[in-house]
């Protein structure tokens, strides 16, 4: 069983702060960059941040630049996304995902249909 699990998502107010996490569970996150992608109502899913299988590398979606930052502890098994200054673009459900082999790199584009294994999303809404 590959395995991921999103959680961490939740109301919060303009120019607040979450974090999320991605549990990969069935398999180990030492080799798979993971990707974190975004999809509001009404839009497609984009990609918002990817961090490579030794988090030596990351890439962000220019909307989210210096505001997120991806890390991750394969220790234990887990990847973050730390969301400050949040703004309501930023609603919308969160999702983590790995390619279908252990591809450690981040691709230059992230593209949804590239990857194979994906969490179940977690909900984040920015309102006041």
């Known amino acids: 069983q590959l395995q991921l699990v999103e959680s961490g998502g939740g109301l919060v107010q303009p120019g607040g702060s979450l974090r999320l996490s991605c549990a990969a569970s069935?398999?180990?996150?030492?080799?798979?960059?993971i990707v974190w992608f975004r999809q509001a109502p009404g839009k497609e899913r984009e990609g918002v941040a990817c961090s490579s299988s030794s988090g030596g590398s990351t890439k962000y979606a220019d909307s989210v630049k210096g505001r997120f930052t991806i890390s991750r502890d394969n220790a234990k098994n887990t990847v973050y996304l730390q969301m400050n200054n949040l703004n309501s673009d930023d609603t919308a459900v969160y999702y983590c995902?790995?390619?279908?082999?252990?591809?450690?790199?981040?691709?230059?584009?992230?593209?949804?249909?590239?990857?194979?294994?994906w969490g179940q999303g977690t909900q984040v809404t920015v309102s006041s």
């Open positions: 995902a790995a390619p279908r082999w252990p591809v450690g790199s981040c691709r230059v584009r992230l593209v949804p249909n590239e990857y194979h294994y």
């Open positions: 069935g398999f180990t996150l030492d080799y798979y960059a």
